[in-house]
C-alpha cells in the first residue's frame, strides 16, 4: 500500500499522492513494524482509502470500537463475489479449496461452522490438555541437550502441526510439508512464482488420497465425522469437504505456529515481564491474552466487502469495496488500552480482537489458546536459562502483510 486520502475525502475520489518518503503505510514497513505504520494511520484518522501494491484501492479501519463493530457486521462480506467487478486481487483458489469459511457469509457459514465447531468445544479441548503437554515435552527433551536450537523450526511449528493432524486423524507416516505450502500461500517467494500453484496442486492431491481413505476406513476423529455428515446427510458438497479440511488444517495450526513465536520473542526482550511469569506459573492462561493483544499472529483480519454503501468511523465505504480491518491498530488503541504498547502480563483489561470477534471469531482460539499456554509453560520448564541468541532487530519476519510471524527464532538455553 502507497497512498491514503484523508478520512473524508469522497468515497469515490482517487487517492491523493503522498509525499515520498511519508508513505505511513510502506510494505515493508508494515511487515518490520505494522504497529507504528498502522499506528501512524489511527492516530491521522479512523478510516483510510489506501491503494494497495496491486493498484487496486481499499479501505484501513484503524480504531478498537470501528473495527469491532465492522469484524461483526453482516453487512460486511466474506464473500468475494460481492467485491467489485475488478477491485480484488486476492489469490486464486480452485473451488476445492475455496469453498471454506473464510469465504462464506450465512446461512452456509453457520451450517458448515456448526459442523466443524464440534471439535472445539471447551470440554473437547480441554481433554487434549495433556496429550499437548506430552508432545511439548518430546519436542523440547529433543533439543534439550544440544543448547541451542530455532524455536521456530524446532518447537513452535511442529507442536501445532501435530496437534491438528492427530485431532483430524492424519496418521504420522501421511503427513507431509504443510508448513512449505502454507509458506507458499500466505507469503509467496518472489523468485518462485510459480510456488503458489504447485503448493495448491500438491495440497489438492494429498487431501483427495486423505478423504479418500477415511471414505474407505473411518476412524474415530474429525475428518472421519465430517465424511460421515456429508456421505449420511449431503450436509456438505464435495468441494465443501475438501475446503473444510485444508481450512481445519491451514488455520488450525498456522496461527498458532505465529503466536507461539511472537508469545516467546515477547517474553524473552522483557526480561522483568519473564522473569514475573517464571515467579508465578499459574498466571499462564492470562498472560497469553496480554500476549496475543500486544503482538498477534495477523495485522489484519480477513477482508470484507459491504453489500451496500455502509458508514464506518463516519465515512462512507461504497458497496463491493475492500475492506481491511487492522486488528493491529485497534489492540495497541490508546482510547482502549492505557498504555497499549506496553507489554503488561499483570494487565486487567485484554478484550483483545487479536483472534477475532463476531460470527468469523478464530474457531480454533480454544486450541490456540491451550496450545500457547502449555507452549510457554513447558518451554519455562523444561529450558532453564533461555534466552535469545540473535539480535532483535537481525531477526526475519515473514514477508507477508497479512501474517505476523517469524522465520526463525534462535535461542540458547
Not at 515435552?137 to 507442536?159: F, S, T, W
Not at 518472489?190 to 500453484?197: M, T, V
Request: hydrophobic share 45%.
Amino acid at each position: 500500500m502507497a497512498t491514503s486520502t484523508p478520512p473524508n475525502a469522497a468515497p469515490n475520489a482517487a487517492p491523493d499522492a503522498t509525499p515520498p518518503g511519508r508513505s505511513p503505510v510502506d510494505p515493508a514497513e508494515l511487515i518490520a513494524d505494522p504497529y507504528g505504520a498502522y499506528g501512524r494511520l489511527r492516530e491521522a484518522g479512523p478510516v483510510h482509502r489506501v491503494t494497495g501494491t496491486d493498484g487496486r484501492p481499499a479501505w484501513v479501519v484503524t480504531r478498537y470500537e470501528d473495527v469491532r463493530q465492522a469484524l461483526g457486521d453482516p453487512l460486511l462480506s466474506l464473500d468475494k463475489r460481492n467485491a467489485l467487478p475488478g477491485n480484488y486481487s486476492g489469490f486464486a483458489l480452485p473451488p476445492a479449496l475455496d469453498a471454506n469459511l473464510l469465504n462464506m457469509d450465512p446461512p452456509d457459514h453457520t451450517r458448515i461452522r456448526r459442523l466443524v465447531s464440534q471439535a472445539f468445544t471447551p470440554r473437547r479441548v480441554a481433554d487434549l490438555r495433556e496429550p499437548v503437554r506430552r508432545t511439548a515435552a518430546e519436542l523440547l527433551d529433543a533439543v534439550a541437550p544440544d543448547g541451542r536450537a530455532d524455536l521456530i523450526a524446532a518447537y513452535a511449528a511442529p507442536l501445532p502441526i501435530r496437534v491438528i493432524c492427530d485431532l483430524l486423524g492424519v496418521a504420522p507416516g501421511d503427513r507431509r510439508d504443510f508448513r512449505g505450502w502454507t509458506d507458499a500461500l500466505v507469503a509467496p517467494d518472489p523468485q518462485r512464482p510459480s510456488a503458489a500453484k504447485e503448493a495448491v496442486g500438491a495440497m489438492l492431491a494429498y487431501f483427495g488420497q486423505l478423504i479418500a481413505r477415511k471414505r474407505a476406513h473411518p476412524e474415530d476423529d474429525l475428518l472421519s465425522a465430517m465424511i460421515a455428515a456429508r456421505d449420511d446427510g449431503d450436509r456438505l458438497s464435495e468441494d465443501e469437504l475438501m475446503s473444510l479440511t485444508f481450512l481445519v488444517l491451514f488455520a488450525g495450526y498456522e496461527n498458532t505456529v505465529q503466536l507461539i513465536g511472537n508469545a516467546v520473542l515477547a517474553l524473552l526482550t522483557h526480561p522483568g515481564q519473564l522473569a514475573a511469569l517464571r515467579a508465578e506459573p499459574g498466571r499462564t492462561a492470562a498472560a497469553v491474552e496480554e500476549l496475543t493483544r500486544w503482538d498477534g499472529p495477523a495485522p489484519l483480519a480477513i477482508r470484507r466487502f459491504p453489500l451496500e454503501d455502509v458508514t464506518i468511523g463516519g465515512v462512507t465505504v461504497p458497496a463491493g469495496e475492500t475492506v481491511l480491518l487492522s486488528l493491529a491498530a485497534a489492540n495497541r488503541d490508546p482510547a482502549r488500552f492505557p498504555e497499549p504498547d506496553r507489554l503488561d502480563l499483570g494487565r486487567s483489561d485484554t478484550a483483545h480482537l487479536g483472534l477475532g470477534h463476531g460470527i468469523h471469531y478464530c474457531l480454533g482460539a480454544p486450541l490456540a489458546r491451550l496450545e500457547t499456554e502449555i507452549a510457554l509453560d513447558e518451554l519455562l520448564t523444561r529450558l532453564p536459562g533461555l534466552a535469545l541468541d540473535a539480535d532483535p532487530a537481525e531477526l526475519r519476519w515473514r514477508a507477508s502483510m497479512r501474517t505476523r510471524g517469524l522465520i526463525a527464532l534462535p535461542v540458547r538455553f
